[in-house]
């Protein structure tokens, strides 16, 4: 039987953490209550898991309990904010020119709606400046919203200085955390970001859950207004039926992140060194500034080899990505690698290595053979 790939794709989703799905389990199976019913001990236990689920969530960015809205995920939780705030009153909004499709899809729906929106290109690195960031935000600007690590080429945003600059301002913060949520701890919990996406599946938890922290500012909540309507849960931004297994998976995941994050982050460090070592006789190029990369993310361009082709041939030793997994099958150059203004052979030929601290290494040698078969460098012209 051939051996499965290595699974590289991890910012696309994370494997279910064994701790996370025994804290499940029981959920499942015999605690099936409702959060929503108070009568009974059924319903009041899973009222108390789901209360202990938002306080672990919450302590990821030192904020409290009220703070966490549960959310069906960083898609919801971007519509929420983006559309929550800036969709309920007039205003401007600023953004970047590399976010995800889940905070350009609302932005897009926000300027149909007759919001004005301002893009922030990024730097040749991959970054946005807050020079740039700052200079965008007009006296209108009601809320300026950006992701912290860039989903496609792994660049860290400098979320804390924006927030810092922004000291005193009127303006709403939302970062998009999807990424970084678990694994960039401190910038997250900078007081000045208003609101903050994040996504269990990212962080080992389950698929369907995530959360939108709502922060008081000088102890008021910023102002969201709901996408639906229902039953009032979740102080009623969010209706419906509290899925409480998902809610105490994502509180597991958030506990063991917290515990795990150094001895994380430093296998995801030394798997990146063991990644470019390994595939150096390739001569890949990083697509974005390395130093100012997150430690579980790399962007990497070859020279001869078109993405797709390369996919192919590694298809049986990892599983990579071209980009984001929400396009991955459409082919097409990458906003974010656009954005950066890279060549047409760097864009065409990137791929998206992602990994977590359990991901074993794969056969670097057979990687490179594997690549090298399909290769077409251009011929040197004769003298």
């Excluded at 976010?99 to 932005?107: F, M, N, Q």
């Excluded at 007759?114 to 006296?139: H, K, L, S």
């Excluded at 007081?191 to 922060?215: E, F, W």
Aim: net charge neutral; charged share 20%; glycine share 8%.
């Amino acid at each position: 039987m051939p051996e499965v790939p290595i699974y590289l794709d991890c910012a696309a989703t994370t494997p279910l953490d064994p701790v996370v799905r025994d804290a499940m389990r029981p959920f499942l199976d015999e605690e099936f209550g409702n959060a929503g019913s108070r009568t009974h001990a059924w319903g009041q236990r899973a009222r108390a898991a789901v209360e202990q689920a938002r306080d672990r969530v919450a302590a990821v960015a030192n904020a409290s309990r009220g703070d966490v809205i549960f959310t069906s995920g960083a898609t919801e939780s971007n519509n929420l904010a983006l559309l929550g705030i800036a969709g309920a009153a007039p205003g401007h909004v600023v953004s970047t020119a590399i976010e995800h499709h889940a905070v350009l899809g609302p932005l897009a729906e926000l300027e149909r709606r007759g919001v004005a929106v301002t893009y922030v290109e990024p730097d040749a690195g991959g970054a946005v400046t807050c020079d740039r960031i700052m200079a965008a935000v007009r006296p209108d600007t009601r809320l300026v919203s950006l992701m912290h690590v860039n989903n496609e080429t792994g660049v860290v945003q400098p979320i804390e200085r924006i927030a810092d600059r922004l000291e005193g301002s009127a303006t709403y913060l939302h970062v998009d955390a999807a990424q970084s949520y678990g694994r960039e701890l401190e910038a997250l919990r900078h007081p000045r970001i208003d609101l903050i996406s994040a996504s269990a599946h990212k962080m080992h938890g389950p698929k369907g859950i995530g959360a939108l922290i709502v922060r008081k500012r000088n102890g008021v909540r910023p102002p969201v207004q709901p996408l639906m309507f229902g039953g009032g849960q979740e102080r009623g931004l969010r209706p419906g039926t509290m899925p409480v297994a998902l809610a105490v998976g994502f509180g597991a995941a958030a506990a063991q992140a917290l515990a795990e994050r150094d001895e994380r982050r430093a296998r995801c460090l030394r798997f990146r060194e063991a990644l470019l070592a390994g595939l150096a006789p390739l001569d890949p190029v990083v697509n974005g500034d390395l130093a100012r990369m997150a430690p579980h993310i790399v962007n990497l361009s070859f020279a001869g080899l078109v993405a797709e082709v390369l996919i192919d041939a590694w298809r049986d030793l990892v599983a990579v990505s071209n980009g984001a997994a929400c396009s991955s099958q459409s082919y097409v150059c990458s906003h974010v690698l656009g954005a950066m203004r890279l060549p047409r052979w760097r864009t065409d030929g990137a791929v998206r290595l992602s990994w977590c601290a359990s991901t074993p290494e794969p056969d670097w040698a057979a990687l490179v053979a594997a690549a090298a078969r399909y290769r077409q460098l251009p011929q040197a012209s004769a003298p």
